[in-house]
Every structure is written in structure tokens, then in C-alpha cells.
T-cell receptor, first 113, second 113 residues
């Protein structure tokens, strides 16, 4: 098992550009989520999905879109990048409500200039 | 609403000394509680979890945590620190009825030779 795979690992965007951060898991987990990590703020939930076709907003959803067409993939789209979106982004997955420990990808470090 | 407070953004101990990282949570229902570790430029790795079984939970790398309902705490300890324990540690809570994880701000652990 590869676990949770995120691509790319690093990205530099110009203000106003759009891009998609990719996330894939091969553990057949039903729950997937995206977090951003900023110094001194821990991890904050952006969006999450409890299964294919079902997504919902987390704590900081503005400026981001998600979709979940398959169990395995959960891409995060930045619609129009802003410097405030400079952060490290983590994708995570967990098996179910009964086994909810999250498995994390290695992260994507995004810089918006 | 759930929340997590980690007391101390930075803890420094000597090699061989006791490690104590503090976590207090707020949850309206009995929660699931987790400790994660993050090494530099990596994703988060699960150290241990509390899921309403034993109140003293043992994890990987010699860490353990005790759930104290009366104090709403879930402090992480290790009897003897090792240089390889230097990392950032995150406490997280998930309420029984939800699958979302809410993270604390993190505590950076430094080990002095």
C-alpha cells in the first residue's frame, strides 16, 4: 500500500492563478479530508468527504473547491490563488467512524506570490 | 463545539528526562482523542489514540497518554527522552457523532544533549 499520496510536493503560484492539488489513497477509506497547516495554528480543516459524491465544508473553506467522484481520489482546487493561501496542505483519510484515526500524506508546500 | 488546547508551544527537555506534553479538550460528548507526531518536512504520524476503552493508552516509541475526564485532559508522556523524539506534536479530538478531527496548535519538542 502506498497510503495517502499527494502531488505535487512543492508549488509556486502567481496571485490569481488556479491549480489542483491531487490526493489519492489506496486503503479503501471512506473518509477523506484536506487541512492547511500554518505556524502556530495547528491544522485547520478545509473540506472533507464521507464518501464518493459527498463533500462538506470545514473550518476554512473559502477559496477552495473539492469533489469526490471516486473513493480513491479527493482533489483540492484553488480557484484564484491569493498570498493568504500560502501554506502547507495535507490530505488525510480514515477508514470509518469506528476507526477514525487519520492517515496523512506528505504534504504540499504552496507559495503564492 | 469541540476544541483542543495544547499548553506550551515549545517544550525543551534534556536527553533522558521525562517528557510531558499537555493537552486539554472541550467536547460536549465523550470524545475520541489522538496524539500525532510530525517530523520536519513530513506528514503527521499517529502516536496513540483513546477510544473510550482503557484510560491509559500506550503508543509507539515509548509514549503513553492518560485520559482524565474530570480534568478534560489527555497529556502525553514518555519516561526518558531520546534525541530522536525531537519533533512537533499535535493533540486532536473527534466527537463521537462526527468524524472530523480538530487539532491543537502543536507543541515543538526540543531535546538537549
Amino acid at each position: 500500500n502506498a497510503g495517502v499520496t499527494q502531488t505535487p510536493k512543492f508549488q509556486v503560484l502567481k496571485t490569481g492563478q488556479s491549480m489542483t492539488l491531487q490526493c489519492a489513497q489506496d486503503m479503501n477509506h471512506e473518509y477523506m479530508s484536506w487541512y492547511r497547516q500554518d505556524p502556530g495554528m495547528g491544522l485547520r480543516l478545509i473540506h472533507y468527504s464521507v464518501g464518493a459524491g459527498i463533500t462538506d465544508q470545514g473550518e476554512v473553506p473559502n477559496g477552495y473547491n473539492v469533489s469526490r467522484s471516486t473513493t480513491e481520489d479527493f482533489p483540492l482546487r484553488l480557484l484564484s490563488a491569493a498570498p493568504s493561501q500560502t501554506s502547507v496542505y495535507f490530505c488525510a483519510s480514515s477508514y470509518s467512524k469506528a476507526r477514525r484515526e487519520a492517515f496523512f500524506g506528505q504534504g504540499t508546500r504552496l507559495t503564492v506570490v | 463545539a469541540q476544541s483542543v488546547t495544547q499548553l506550551g508551544s515549545h517544550v525543551s527537555v534534556s536527553e533522558g528526562a521525562l517528557v510531558l506534553l499537555r493537552c486539554n479538550y472541550s467536547s460536549s460528548v465523550p470524545p475520541y482523542l489522538f496524539w500525532y507526531v510530525q517530523y520536519p518536512n513530513q506528514g503527521l504520524q499517529l502516536l496513540l489514540k483513546y477510544t473510550s476503552a482503557a484510560t491509559l493508552v500506550k503508543g509507539i516509541n515509548g509514549f503513553e497518554a492518560e485520559f482524565k475526564k474530570s480534568e478534560t485532559s489527555f497529556h502525553l508522556t514518555k519516561p526518558s527522552a531520546h534525541m530522536s523524539d525531537a519533533a512537533e506534536y499535535f493533540c486532536a479530538v473527534s466527537a463521537q457523532g462526527a468524524q472530523k478531527l480538530v487539532f491543537g496548535q502543536g507543541t515543538r519538542l526540543t531535546i538537549n544533549p
